[in-house]
């Protein structure tokens, strides 16, 4: 079954950093292109970094220069360090397979980070 | 950045009855391949979003197939044929042609 599967997330404070962990099975990892996606309570989503297959990273501007995205193919793992956080990064973070269109064709169940004092 | 911009925002729809949904988008999605970079997503309550249309028109693995997506350059429009209670939920629509990808702000489908 294609699956993927996050973890690492929780209460940090302002200022702190997390790293979150996405678990690909089901499917070649290092084929595909890797996204996070998050959703604060009650919003909508929004797209927060990509991983090419060469490793190429990519960011809005709102995560850049704070967020790192990283994959190790040998683990079928994705990662996001997220460091500086803000209570405005509070959200569900979701990890999302990206197929060849720039559409995301397999989710995870989202693990939740709180940023809050 | 691309603007998705969906309407409307909140859809009641009765069993049975015809729904559509607008996005439109600041700038063209036709990628020089001739493909239009814009994807559709339901987000059932309590539930990870899901791919329901891909490249515009193209219904993803398993949506059936009173799921259609039309439309563009920048218009484009999902349509459920015939609406079903498990059809509620959040629909998006997605910009996959340049960075940072956008989504539209959301339409909530919900059973009169």
């Known amino acids: 079954e294609v699956q993927l599967v996050e973890s690492g997330g929780g209460l940090v404070q302002p200022g702190g950093s997390l790293r979150l962990s996405c678990a690909a099975s089901?499917?070649?990892?290092?084929?595909?292109?890797m996204h996070w996606v998050r959703q604060a309570t009650g919003k909508g989503l929004e797209w927060v970094s990509a991983?090419?297959?060469?490793?190429?990273?990519y960011y809005p501007g709102s995560v850049k220069g704070r967020f790192t995205i990283s994959r190790e193919n040998a683990k079928n793992s994705l990662y996001l360090q997220m460091n500086s956080l803000r209570a405005g990064d509070t959200a569900v973070y979701y990890c999302?397979?990206?197929?060849?269109?720039?559409?995301?064709?397999?989710w995870g169940q989202g693990t939740m980070v709180t940023v809050s004092s | 950045d691309i603007v998705m911009t969906q309407s409307p925002l909140s859809l009641p729809v009765t069993p049975g009855e015809p729904a559509s949904i607008s996005c439109r988008s600041s700038h063209s999605l036709l990628h020089s391949n001739g493909y239009t970079y814009l994807h559709w997503y339901l987000q059932k309550p309590g539930h990870s979003p899901q791919l329901l249309i891909y490249l515009g028109s193209n219904r993803a693995s398993g949506v059936p197939d009173r799921f259609s997506g039309s439309g563009s350059g920048s218009d484009f429009t999902l349509k459920i044929s015939r609406v079903e209670a498990e059809d509620v939920g959040v629909y998006y629509c997605?910009?996959?042609?340049?960075?940072?990808?956008?989504f539209g702000g959301g339409t909530k489908v919900e059973i009169k």
């Open positions: 991983i090419g297959t060469a490793g190429d990273p």
């Open positions: 999302a397979r990206g197929i060849t269109t720039g559409a995301f064709d397999i």
């Open positions: 089901g499917f070649t990892f290092s084929s595909y292109d």
């Open positions: 997605m910009q996959g042609l340049h960075t940072p990808l956008t």
